[in-house]
T-cell receptor, first 116, second 117 residues
Framework: NAGVTQTPKFQVLKTGQSMTLQCAQDMNHNSMYWYRQDPGMGLRLIYYSASEGTTDKGEVPNGYNVSRLNKREFSLRLESAAPSQTSVYFC???????????????FGSGTRLTVV | GDSVTQMEGPVTLSEEAFLTINCTYTATGYPSLFWYVQYPGEGLQLLLKATKADDKGSNKGFEATYRKETTSFHLEKGSVQVSDSAVYFCALSEVMNYGGATNKLIFGTGTLLAVQP
């Protein structure tokens, strides 16, 4: 019953450093998503992958890249971190076919990233 | 584009009080509507949903009715508990022009609920 697993849970980066946030789901979901959560702004979509092999930009893609490595894994990369990327990052997945498509998104527990 | 507007928090209530958190939306087509809850230090969990006009979603004593005429999906609970303290997010599922769902969720800014004993 792991659901959506995100690593790491916490990270501090210096400006200009790079890192990859990892996300894996074990529910055989087709679609996966990366959101960032900032105070007063709710959750904003960074990138998403509607199915294995496809990725698309969301609302705030600048400064990020993604890789849908296989059906289970969807990683988010910051090539050159900036203080404006200080946020809490959530990965989510969703089934898009069959009855389980009605159950909505499943979210990971988040990665709290601070860029100094 | 599509958007969701929630009442600003924090909302502070005493235990057993009645709760209403307002949510209105702007969308083309007929989106599905959701309420998610985020407990401290955790990710978001689906609380309830409604997929068409006049549908009522309900779960754990919470309910919300999809009102197309007022483009609203207000969250209500008759008697809140301390354990209901959390951030509540209203969201809609974007619908593309040809009627297919993109499956992208658009969120409101969230409303912090604090319930005091």
């Amino acid at each position: 019953n792991a659901g959506v697993t995100q690593t790491p849970k916490f990270q501090v980066l210096k400006t200009g450093q790079s890192m990859t946030l990892q996300c894996a789901q074990d529910m055989n979901h087709n679609s996966m998503y990366w959101y960032r959560q900032d105070p007063g702004m709710g959750l904003r979509l960074i990138y998403y992958s509607a199915s294995e092999g496809t990725t698309d930009k969301g609302e705030v893609p600048n400064g990020y890249n993604v890789s849908r490595l296989n059906k289970r894994e969807f990683s988010l990369r910051l090539e050159s971190a900036a203080p404006s990327q200080t946020s809490v990052y959530f990965c989510a997945s969703k089934a898009t076919r069959g009855r389980i498509a009605n159950y909505g998104y499943t979210f990971g527990s988040g990665t709290r990233l601070t860029v100094v | 584009g599509d958007s969701v507007t929630q009442m600003e928090g924090p909302v502070t209530l005493s235990e057993e009080a009645f709760l209403t958190i307002n949510c209105t939306y702007t969308a083309t087509g007929y989106p599905s509507l959701f309420w998610y809850v985020q407990y401290p230090g955790e990710g978001l969990q689906l609380l309830l949903k409604a997929t068409k006009a006049d549908d009522k979603g309900s779960n754990k004593g919470f309910e919300a009715t999809y009102r197309k005429e007022t483009t609203s999906f207000h969250l209500e609970k008759g008697s809140v508990q301390v354990s209901d303290s959390a951030v509540y997010f209203c969201a809609l599922s974007e619908v593309m022009n040809y009627g297919g769902a993109t499956n992208k969720l658009i969120f409101g800014t969230g409303t912090l609920l604090a319930v005091q004993p």
